[in-house]
């Protein structure tokens, strides 16, 4: 029987990496800073700088640590909560200024449409906080797509290479795992959701990682494009 729902990753399978890394985390890095320095007592802002501040002993008025530690957590490309809250505040002065569009693959609209089309509902569940996944998506080449998604996820429901986060994936979209299907570019975050019974396809694209797919081994099925992806045969 063909899914219900699909849900997508964003970074390398809906979109290029290199778009994420070279653009939207070195605007980040750059202006970040500053954006906390001026906007710290805001609600938004606040909340995440208290949140910093109670998840790792740094005092709250140690603005200039509490800085520090975000660009520690960049450089490792942490996946905290906090973090991706904050870098989502700052892109979205970015995409509002005009200094970027998010990179989409061709390949994805159309076959997104053709999803809705079959009546299918679809999600997206990315490490990028849930406000950064519309900003992407609304501020995208292909124009604003937000409303193509029935919902968007981050890692408040959980780590994504991690089996319960899938299952409070599957409790929130509020179907059982067997009617979802589950698109990433990340092999291990497929075995998580697999291991709950969501049924999955590996994307890869050669452009951003040079493999050939031809020769790849996966318990799940692979594709190079959005277009390769058959929902009636998994």
């Given at each position: 029987m063909k899914?219900?729902?699909i849900v997508t990753d964003i970074e390398g399978t809906t979109s290029s990496i290199r778009f994420v890394k070279d653009i939207l985390f070195v605007y980040a890095e750059q202006f970040l800073p500053d954006f906390i320095r001026k906007h710290k007592e805001e609600r938004?802002?606040?909340?995440?700088?208290?949140?910093l501040s109670d998840n790792t002993g740094i005092p709250l008025k140690n603005t200039e640590a509490l800085i520090?530690?975000?660009r520690r957590w960049m450089r490792e490309d942490n996946k905290s909560t906090e973090l991706k809250a904050l870098q989502g505040m700052v892109w979205e002065m970015g995409y509002q200024r005009g200094e970027y569009q998010a990179h989409i693959y061709p390949d994805v609209p159309d076959k997104l449409r053709e999803w809705?089309?079959?009546?299918?509902?679809?999600y997206v569940y990315s490490s990028g906080s849930e406000k950064a996944q519309r900003l992407f998506f609304r501020y995208s080449v292909f124009g604003d797509l937000r409303l193509m998604f029935a919902g968007y996820f981050d890692t408040s429901i959980g780590p994504k290479k991690e089996v319960q986060s899938y299952r409070n994936l599957a409790e929130w979209i509020a179907l059982p795992p067997e009617d979802i299907l589950f698109l990433s570019d990340?092999?291990?975050e497929l075995d998580a959701a697999a291991?709950?019974?969501?049924?999955?396809?590996?994307v890869v694209r050669p452009q951003e990682t040079g493999a050939d797919v031809t020769k790849l081994k996966s318990r799940h099925p692979i594709v190079s494009s959005f277009a390769d992806i058959r929902i009636e045969e998994l």
């Open positions: 899914p219900i729902a938004d802002v606040a909340r995440q700088l208290r949140s520090e530690q975000l809705l089309d079959a009546g299918i509902n679809l990340v092999e291990a291991a709950v019974g969501i049924k999955t396809v590996w």
